[in-house]
């Protein structure tokens, strides 16, 4: 299994697009992993993790062929995750001798509602509403929606991905609800890889902000630990980053390192 980081920034990029804060100036004078555009994510070829507007230039500059990607699930639906307009590209003249005639849409509620109202009669695009921990299995992989602490009444979610390995992919959720630990310990689950949430780094965050920070994720793998759901040979991941916590690449990962976490960037991939 391989998953590649299309985009690791929260909203607003970083730098972000109209900001002249000093973190921001000192990305744009270092660049490479300093350069973070809108969370996305691609697990092999064909399974895609949200749709944001940067996803045209995260194409470009990872060399991927949009028409070949069969499957789409997008957390939740606000605009830096969710930019339904793109799915218009498929249609009519805009779209020619696609690999993928159809595009399987996976999402919550608020997406869900989103997407029926463009694209529903559309052909080549098929929308289904995902609810949490109802698995759904494609070619051999099994896709497990979890609840997500973020956006009230949007049924915001986030990822087990399960094939030859197991990935937890959770972003743009605060610490994880009761009822998820409870369900991956009776389900006896194990990730070899997780992806979490570090939108706010050392900035203070509740556990109900929506979004999480190092001091929410110690605790969150400590918890994980606990119920062996992961271990030492888990491979760590920290992700989405707002331009407000100075997620200068070489600094944060000094800032974890004994923490057992890495850091993400735009155009990382990791082989399972």
């Known amino acids: ?21 000093e973190y921001c100036n000192r990305a744009r004078e270092l660049g490479g992993k300093n350069i973070r555009t809108r969370s996305q994510a691609i697990i092999n070829d ?8 940067d996803t045209y230039n995260h194409f470009l500059l990872n060399g991927i062929l949009g028409d070949r990607i069969k499957y789409l699930f997008i957390t939740h639906s606000h605009s830096d995750h969710f930019y339904p307009l793109e799915l218009g ?12 005639p159809v595009l399987n849409v996976y999402c919550g509620q608020g997406a869900y509602d989103k997407l029926c109202a463009e694209f529903k009669e559309s052909k080549g695009i ?17 896709i497990i929606p979890l609840p997500a602490r973020h956006f009230n009444g949007d049924n915001a979610l986030f990822f087990i991905i399960k094939g030859d390995k197991t990935i937890l992919y959770a972003h743009d959720t605060g610490f994880f609800y009761d009822e998820v630990f409870d369900y991956v310990e009776k389900e006896h689950l194990y990730f070899d890889l997780i992806s979490l949430d570090c939108t706010n780094i050392d900035l203070s965050i509740s556990d109900e902000g929506g979004h999480m920070g190092l001091e929410n994720i110690a605790r969150l793998t400590q918890k994980l630990t606990g119920i062996s759901a992961i271990d030492d040979k888990t491979v760590r991941y920290i992700n989405h980053f707002s331009h407000n916590a100075n997620p ?14 890495n850091v993400a960037y735009n155009g990382l991939q990791i082989d399972l």
């Open 46 to 53: 064909d399974r895609l993790i949200d749709l944001p507007a």
């Open 126 to 142: 098929e929308i289904t509403l995902l609810k949490a921990y109802k698995e759904i299995v494609l070619n051999g992989y099994e």
């Open 1 to 21: 299994m391989k998953i590649t980081y299309l985009g690791t920034a929260a909203a607003e990029g970083f730098p972000a697009v109209f900001c002249n804060c």
């Open 89 to 100: 590209m498929r249609q009519g003249a805009f779209a020619h001798q696609m690999q993928a």
């Open 248 to 261: 200068i690449h070489h600094l944060l990962e000094k800032r974890v390192e004994s923490m057992n976490l």
